[in-house]
């Protein structure tokens, strides 16, 4: 099903990979890029992988989605788990690039439910540790 805005499609892997970690819980994070009109999966990241692991897989100068799997204790130690979806655009990719993925997000972001936390990102520290807590909490 191709998104209007832009024609981008989205791949059933991509559907199939979140589905995994939504309900499996067997992936960390998994990154998607949009390649010949379609979004694909970049990258899976294992559970014991982070999200320095995942910020290091973002290319400096090319946008990207991700959805990431993010597991905390709370202030009255309470174990829990929220998903995000991420929006990588950083200033130094190409405007047709950032133009791309900043139309077909809201459709690509659609086919996920369950994502409970949406971040945009245009440089590293926007990814870091203190961001993840303070948009969990």
Not at 51 to 79: G, I, K, M, W
Request: aromatic share 10%; proline share 2%.
């Amino acid at each position: 099903m191709a998104n209007s805005a832009s024609g981008i499609a989205v791949s059933d892997e991509c559907k199939l990979k979140f589905m995994e970690l939504k309900a499996k819980r067997n992936h960390r994070y998994i990154v998607f890029k949009i390649d010949d009109q379609q979004v694909v999966v970049e990258k899976v990241g294992g559970h014991q992988e982070t999200h320095e692991d995942l910020a290091n897989s973002l290319p400096a100068n090319e946008c990207r989605y991700a959805v990431f799997d993010y597991d905390f204790t709370t202030n009255e130690n309470v174990q829990k788990s929220k998903i995000f979806f991420i929006a990588w655009s950083p200033e130094t990719a190409r405007v047709r690039s950032k133009m791309l993925y900043a139309s077909s997000k809201d459709r690509f972001r659609r086919e996920f439910d369950g994502v409970q936390v949406e971040l945009q990102a245009t440089d590293p520290s926007e990814m870091s540790l203190d961001t993840f807590i303070g948009r969990a909490l």
